[in-house]
């Protein structure tokens, strides 16, 4: 097999059919394959838990039952408590009348009946239905009792199992289906350095943002990185008040003087500077293709509309793209519209800049499978992407990443129920590949972006840090917010770190946690009346302070080696901080790192 047919397999093409006739299967048997793999190096007795989980679930539908046994008594009880009251009040009514001369028989019968029916419902919640509840109740008590020792033995069978997962197993199992697209183990200083000075990526540490998650990695040698940031950012309330006013007037009506009542409710509202709070996941991509380049477009949901509304919105916007495409060229500026409507319609890039690249970028090729993209019902997620490209620095915006839990614990996958383990492991690692896949795919759908390869690039010998602060402000967003924040802080906390010093695979770092300190307030609003006066209506509202507060945290670096696993390595390094005098309690175990704070 030559080389260049090897270099040519390795590109996505058509990355929508690709994922629905190959990626998608593969991956799903590669999870299966893997985690079928760790259970046999566990070397948990698969049967013997399968047996104990079929007697929890026997004993468990007993104990439904019964529980449906105990609410049909006790409703029994409910309904003899209500004949109680019935009786009661039955024979009283007889009796009140009996004693105002009221001497019908009826009134004597109901007396006697009062009576019978209170002493029987008495007799049978006393005598039957109490007791009943009770055994009941012991019954249940004994079957959960069953159940809950019988699920500690399921747990024991499986701990073998469950101490095997690990971070990472996510990202490997996605190499291992789509090996063009690499992924670190760690964003570290060197690749955030290739980002900004080789592609000019724009990485300031924004005080209203911070880094809840992020994936760094490469695609064919192009730099990238998955984030998804809390983003704060100052808005306003509407505060609103109101009180109810009364007046009378007079007024003669048929020579008479007649008095009326009037009340009216009076309102009046405040706006006032409110924090506001949300997450945003996004993909950055480094590439050199069209390097001049820059533009952004917003999804078109077209996914949502029919092949007739398309056309229509198609017929009707590409007649003001054309219109916009003149007056562009009677400005001097180069914005012309493509042949292809539908693509030009859809794509929306109105503001580019550079009409040659972006054909360059844009073959027929790149438009065929994007339109594609866009357009998918069933397969993917369909146009649910914004797209903004500047220069070098590609940013694609899929909603549906918004939906997915990317920073998970190896806790997440444990239980005690082996085919229930590895049910979710294969479910996630399946939803993990679409989800990070779909995020690529208006990258793998452009051609040149794959087929463009970066040039070399000389690295510094020596950085501030192990790794850039996204994955600082990851790990610490991943730890108890509780110990960054101000005392006083009453809302969310926008985390910002900078580096203090790095050595001997620890990089110490400043936590800033921004927040705000709330205060109730009330302000006096002037409305006018019905009645012709003014009335000073209260309006209460919150004042948000701002607050800060700073901690310095280590986070240590968990290295690979030849002579030790991952597994050991970490299990060594945490060892040595305990016996550095750092409490179990006070350990964070994120990703390839193991942060503290430290106490001042």
Request: aromatic share 12%.
């Amino acid at each position: 097999m030559s080389d260049s047919y090897e270099k040519e397999s390795a590109f996505i093409y058509d990355p929508l059919i690709q994922y629905k006739n190959v990626y998608k299967d593969t991956h799903h048997q590669n999870a299966s394959d893997y985690i079928d793999q760790l259970i046999k190096k566990s070397n948990v007795n698969i049967e013997e838990n399968r047996e104990t989980i079929k007697k929890i679930k026997k004993l468990q539908a007993e104990s439904a039952e019964e529980a449906k046994q105990i609410r049909k008594v006790n409703n029994l009880i409910t309904l003899f408590i209500l004949l109680i009251f019935v009786s009661i009040g039955g024979a009283g009514y007889s009796i009140y009348q009996l004693t105002q001369g009221m001497q019908a028989f009826y009134y004597y019968l109901f007396i006697v009946l009062g009576v019978i029916l209170l002493i029987t419902s008495i007799m049978v919640i006393a005598k039957k239905l109490n007791p009943k509840v009770k055994e009941l109740k012991m019954l249940k008590a004994k079957l959960d009792k069953e159940i809950s020792d019988l699920i500690q033995v399921a747990w024991r069978q499986m701990e073998p199992l469950n101490l095997l997962f690990t971070y990472g197993m996510n990202t490997e199992l996605f190499e291992k289906t789509i090996p063009q697209i690499n992924l670190d183990k760690m964003f570290d200083s060197k690749r955030l350095d290739y980002l900004v000075n080789k592609f000019g990526l724009n990485a300031k540490n924004d005080k209203n943002r911070s880094t809840l998650y992020v994936q760094s990695g490469e695609l064919h040698g192009n730099p990238f990185f998955i984030g998804n940031d809390l983003i704060h950012r100052l808005g306003t309330k509407r505060y609103t008040g109101s009180i109810t006013i009364t007046w009378t007037t007079t007024s003669t009506v048929n020579g008479k003087r007649v008095t009326q009542f009037h009340s009216q409710v009076l309102t009046a509202h405040v706006d006032k500077p409110c924090p506001y709070y949300n997450e945003q996941p996004y993909l950055v991509y480094g590439n050199e293709a069209a390097p001049d380049l820059s533009f952004s477009r917003e999804d078109s949901d077209a996914e949502i509309l029919s092949e007739k509304k398309l056309d229509r919105m198609v017929n009707k916007d590409i007649k003001k793209l054309e219109k916009l495409s003149e007056k562009s060229t009677k400005r001097g500026e180069n914005y012309t519209v493509m042949a292809n409507s539908e693509f030009e319609v859809l794509w929306g890039a109105k503001n580019r800049n550079n009409e040659v690249q972006f054909r360059l970028l844009f073959t027929p090729l790149a438009q065929k499978q994007l339109l594609e993209l866009m357009k998918d019902k069933e397969i993917a997620y369909g146009d649910d992407f914004d797209f903004t490209k500047q220069k070098m620095i590609n940013y694609v915006f899929p909603e549906h990443l918004s939906t997915f839990k990317f920073d998970i614990s190896p806790e997440y996958f444990h239980g005690y129920d082996v085919d229930v383990i590895k049910e979710n492991f294969v479910q996630y690692n399946d939803e993990y590949l679409k989800n990070v896949y779909f995020a690529f795919a208006p990258i793998l759908a452009i051609p040149l972006y794959q087929q463009m390869k970066p040039h070399e690039y000389i690295y510094k010998d020596l950085y501030k840090s192990y790794v850039s602060f996204y994955e600082h402000e990851r790990v610490v967003n991943m730890m108890n917010e509780s110990e960054f924040k101000h005392p006083l802080s009453k809302t969310r906390n926008i985390l910002k770190t900078s580096v203090v010093k790095s050595g001997d695979f620890r990089d110490t770092i400043k936590v800033t946690a921004y927040g705000y300190e709330t205060q109730d307030r009330i302000d006096y609003i002037t409305v006018f009346g019905g009645d012709g006066r003014s009335h000073q209506v209260p309006v209460h509202w919150v004042e948000y302070l701002p607050v800060e507060n700073a901690t310095d945290v280590a986070i240590n670096v968990v290295q690979e080696t030849k002579e030790e696993s991952y597994a050991d390595r970490f299990k060594s390094m945490l060892e040595n901080l305990k016996d550095g005098k750092v409490s179990k309690e006070n350990l964070y175990m994120v990703s390839s790192f193991i942060a503290f704070t430290i106490k001042k």
